[in-house]
């Protein structure tokens, strides 16, 4: 992927306001961690309240945060005044969502006219502290939980903003 | 689609069981209001709180009923002890989820030995009073908000139940 | 599904017309074999030329007919004048196109102002041959092999027609 | 993506024996021009048997490339004897394959027990010869044309080998 040239100068602050707008981020207890040009990065930590069955992350939340750093990532190439709506995605769950938090990171690959496609990656982090009589050591194992295809449609004279 | 036969015969309160344990959808506030072979629909009023920067349903929220719905309805085809592992989905998005509540609907496609393919639909309910000086007549529109192709594979034996 | 109303009387020509054109069915041998609105049937015979390494029809060749079948049904929907532009498509493999021929159907799920979506299938017909001494009776079997999602753009004036 | 290690030294004589085998390779006129663990590259050179209703490479014979690549790169990475069955894959249409040849690359993202996950991307060559009075100069652009995601299941002791 080529380094990505933001159209708005001001991409950070409206990815940031886009994103305290998204209650559901909230909900979710979601954190935007990195806005650069075509890259936007969301951390979620993995709380009980969010877990399937077998008390891993739920396919769902998993998915959530993948679609929004994808959807800021596409934004933040947008100009001024067009909006951005989400056409469809596709989730590949590799390994279960297990650890204590997970890093969602959505880049875009091609900024179009109308079309803007974007890839998404989901990270899990598992951190272990071993102990010994004296000293504590963190470890801390990663793993890709899920990758993303997503796709939006850019939107502008609709009465729609981002 | 063709009627499925269930391995399970208790596979309702099996899927029931498994739904409880999904503490996701409860935070959703996700209720489980149908289940039949190979047939599993979810009900998710809409709330502030899951909701997107427009103020529509958040396009996460919508697949997590909709890949709940259909992996229930996968579940409710297999053999008492297998286990549902989600392997991948694909949303199309196709009108923003405006209204009240959204009805998500899981229909097994294909149930296959290792593989099963379900189909999921998203609908969205308006209720719109209209009063006059006497009566009140409330009439309900729904609109298809989106649709899902989901799969999965039956694990057996590697230490999971649903 | 509901019915679908055309909005160019000459849909079924414009179709016919723009297939011939697609020089790649012939090369494959698929014919059109029903143009109604917002559903096309495409029939394509299994020959040894179009097979994987198993000796089954190519996934490739089976995702040809059922893209084609898609993109025709969304084109019997379009204002004359537009064109189409596929954007993405998802295909299921759900049993090996073992058999005679398939049949692809393309149907619209949903047209909207940029962006239609379809719904494709590909079934796979076996003939078999039982001879008595004085008769032979054949039977027919129809298996689903694959199941599609498919999308496209509407493109008006850009120079591109179908 | 981690460098793969294959499990069957032979992987890369597999590999082309197996494509020999697709005969539907020939027909479109595919060379396998690349061969390493987990990576494998296809060279298709545009004809006008392979094109579309505008004059462009037909999406499906551009999905045919990739789905046959991301095969090839599953199979360098499985124990002898095992066979590949596709379940599924995605494709993202990005710009037209214009030009004289595409090269279809298929990288594996994920190679696990049961299931395993590819990249797939497609690029598209123009050659454009620039003639002085005295010398010629070629120059050659390539573009994205289309990404796939894509995912496959092992299968063993079915009677199926690659």
């Not at 991409?11 to 940031?16: D, E, G, I, L, S």
């Not at 399937?52 to 396919?59: D, E, I, V, Y």
């Amino acid at each position: 992927m080529t380094p990505h040239e933001p159209r708005d100068p001001d991409f950070a602050a409206r990815v940031r306001a886009s994103f305290e707008r998204q209650l559901f981020m909230a909900t979710l207890g979601a954190r935007l961690v990195r806005v650069e040009p075509g890259e936007v990065d969301l951390e979620l930590p993995v709380r009980t309240e969010l877990t399937q069955q077998h008390g891993f992350l739920h396919a769902g939340a998993l998915a959530s945060v993948a679609d929004s750093a994808c959807g800021y990532a596409a934004l933040s190439l947008m100009p001024a005044g067009a909006a951005v709506l989400s056409v469809e995605f596709k989730i590949n769950l590799l390994a279960p969502a297990a650890g204590d938090r997970v890093l969602a990171k959505g880049r875009v690959i091609r900024a179009g006219k109308t079309v803007t496609v974007c890839w998404g990656e989901v990270v899990a982090f598992s951190e272990t502290t071993e102990t010994t009589e004296t000293t504590g050591t963190t470890a801390t194992t990663e793993r890709l939980a899920a990758t993303m295809v997503w796709a939006m449609m850019t939107v502008e004279g609709r009465g729609l903003a981002d």
